[in-house]
C-alpha cells in the first residue's frame, strides 16, 4: 500500500476503542497490569534485563515509557521514512539532543555541518563543548582530507563518534553530499575501529523528498513542528532508523523525560493524514514563486535546490539524492538589512514569523532572527547576508502568495 494510503490507519485497530474510526487520545499517565506477574514481565522488559518472546507484545506501563497516541504515532513516522524504528519527542530540539547525548561523552569527536538550526549550533558550540565534547565543524565546501587531517592534530585525539549535519543546509539551501559523508564516516571508523554514527537532519527535505536512510545514513532527526505537523500549532519532534540505533535513544529519553506527549502524538497523528496532500502542493506553489523570484529586478539571488544557479557540483548532488526541491526558498534583495526590513514589514499574505513547512506561508530575516548567535565572519563565509530573506511556502493560492511578494518589492 501506498504510504499516503497507510497514514489513515496504519498501527490503529477500531476494536480496541468501542470501534472508533480514529484513535482516541489516551490521556493517561499510568495504565492498570491484569496481574501483578504481568508487571513484573513488563518491567523486566523496559528495563532490558529480558528480551521480548516472539510470542509477546510489548505491555504498557507508565506514559513516560509509552503510551498507544506515541507508539501509534512512531509506528506511522517508520512508514514514512522507511525505517525499522522511530521515537517521537517532545520538540525536534529534544530529539536532536536526546540523540547527540545517547552517544557522546566527554572526550568523544563531533564532526558536524555548518550551517546547522540555530538551536542544534548552540547546543552543540555551548552545551556539548563545555561538558567536554571535541567539535570540528565542516562546511559543504570542506575536503574530506582537510577533515582527516585535522583529526590528526592532538587538539582531536579522541574518538569521533557522530558526524552530523542538515541538507539542504538552513538557510541557504547548499546540499551535503551524502556519498562523500558516508565515505568519509568509513575510512575514519576504520582508522580508529570504532563506531560512528552518521546523524542528519531531515526536516528541510523529509520524508517525502528525500530519505537519506537509502544513503547510508544511521540516523534521521526531524522538528515535526515543521512539514510534518504543518499547522503551526505544535512543537514536536522524532528520531528514525533502524532498531539497533533507535534503542539506546528510547532508554535516554525514557530517564530524560523528553518523549511526546499524548495529545500532541494525536495531533501529529492526524497531520500525518494530509502530509503527502500539503507538501504537493507546497512544493508546487514554491517552483511557482521560485519563477517569480529569478526574474524580479529586486532579486539579487535565489536559492533552491535544483535551480541553475546553485552550480554544477550542486546540482549533480541535487540529482542523485534528492526527490524534490522542498517548499524553503532563500533570495537576496539588493540594498541590506534596510532594503529586507521594509520588504518584510510590507508583506500582509505571508506572515512574518519564523518556523517553516507549516500550510500558511511565512518570511524571516535570518540575519538578525534566526541565525542571529552565528558569529559575524561565518555568517559571510556561508552567505547569511543582510539582503537574505528565507521564505517558507504554504498551501494558499500561488497567485496570491506572488502577488503579496511583488506588492511588498514595490516598497523597497
Ligand atoms: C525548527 C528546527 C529544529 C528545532 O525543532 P523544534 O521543534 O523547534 O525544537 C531543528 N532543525 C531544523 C532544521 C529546524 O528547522
Redesign the pocket.
Known sequence: MHKESQMMSFGYTPEWSEGSVKPPIFQTSTFVFKTAEEGKRFFEVAYGKSELNAKEEIGLIYSRINNPNMQILEERLAVLEDSESAAAFE????A?STTMLSYLKPGDILIYGNPV?G??HHFITHFLKDIGVKILPFSSKTKAKEIITKLETSEYSGNVKMIYF?SPA?PTNSLFDLDELKKLKDEISVKSSNEIMLVM?N??LGPLWQKPLDFGVDIVCY????FLNGHSDV???CAMGSEQVIRPIKTLRTFLGSMIAPYTAWLLTRSLETLHLRMAKQGENAEKVVNYLISHKSVKTVSFPGIETMGKKQNKIFKRQCLGSGAMISFEVFGGEKEAFKFLNNLKLIKLAV??GSNESLAQHPHSMTHADVPDDIKEKIGINQGLIRLSVGIENAEDIISDLNNAFKEI
Do not use: H, P, R, V
Request: hydrophobic fraction near 25%; glycine fraction near 14%; avoid cysteine.
Open positions: 520538540s525536534g530540539m529534544s536532536i538550526y538551536g542544534t542538515e538552513n537532519d526536516t528541510y522538528s515535526a513542528t515543521k512543537i514536536a519532534g518556523s517553516l
